[in-house]
T-cell receptor, first 113, second 115 residues
Framework: AQSVTQLGSHVSVSEGALVLLRCNYS??????LFWYVQYPNQGLQLLLK??????LVKGINGFEAEFKKSETSFHLTKPSAHMSDAAEYFC???????????FGKGTTLSVSS | DAGVTQSPTHLIKTRGQQVTLRCSPK?????VSWYQQALGQGPQFIFQ???????QRGNFPDRFSGHQFPNYSSELNVNALLLGDSALYLC??????????????FGPGTRLTVL
């Protein structure tokens, strides 16, 4: 069965600092991997996705993630945090295109000035 | 281009009642998925509808049922509400495609409170 583990329920960084949000997955076959962001009282917005091909994926708002099969990881990074990045971030996996997304429990990112 | 819309925005019900939530998919999309997001948790998959049939179902009891209409809109019905059903219910739409990944676009959700 697929599962997603997000290490750290809360991450705090200073504005301009590196953002690193960790995600590990468990899957019997190569999965599709995603990062979503959720702002208060809103739905989920896709930041980036890995389906096939290049393992370093670039997304919106300066975020990127690297698929590492050997480590079963898909960590999200951003070189320089901005106050507007404060939100809840979810890592998700699915086995087949367009089928159920399995989400992690989320990581709350706080950015201080 | 309208994205995924959901109604109502908020809803308050009492235990034992029944509730219906509605979702209109993004223009051009034909598949609708429903997720339940409890407070402080990640979304959990309830079921997915395609061509007016339930295509995939998560680990939710039969009290949760759904429907998809010919115009691709969808309803989520929950019977015999429990306190534990209080959550944000998210609808996501996608397009079945042959050569592209079917990205799911999420609506803003319906906040259900069961008293």
């Amino acid at each position: 069965a697929q599962s997603v583990t997000q290490l750290g329920s809360h991450v705090s960084v200073s504005e301009g600092a590196l953002v690193l949000l960790r995600c590990n997955y468990s899957s019997s076959v190569p999965p599709y991997l995603f990062w979503y962001v959720q702002y208060p009282n809103q739905g989920l917005q896709l930041l980036l996705k890995y389906t096939t091909g290049a393992t370093l994926v670039k997304g919106i708002n300066g975020f990127e993630a690297e698929f590492k099969k050997s480590e079963t990881s898909f960590h999200l990074t951003k070189p320089s945090a901005h106050m507007s990045d404060a939100a809840e971030y979810f890592c998700a996996v699915s086995l087949l295109a367009g089928t159920a997304l399995i989400f992690g429990k989320g990581t709350t990112l706080s950015v201080s000035s | 281009d309208a994205g995924v819309t959901q109604s109502p925005t908020h809803l308050i019900k009492t235990r034992g009642q029944q509730v219906t939530l509605r979702c209109s998919p993004k223009s051009g999309h034909d598949t609708v998925s429903w997720y339940q997001q409890a407070l402080g948790q990640g979304p959990q998959f309830i079921f997915q509808y395609y061509e007016e049939e339930e295509r995939q179902r998560g680990n939710f009891p039969d009290r949760f049922s759904g429907h998809q209409f010919p115009n691709y809109s969808s309803e989520l019905n929950v019977n015999a509400l429990l306190l534990g059903d209080s959550a944000l219910y998210l609808c996501a739409s996608s397009l079945v495609g042959l050569n592209s990944y079917n990205e799911q676009f999420f609506g803003p959700g319906t906040r259900l409170t069961v008293l």
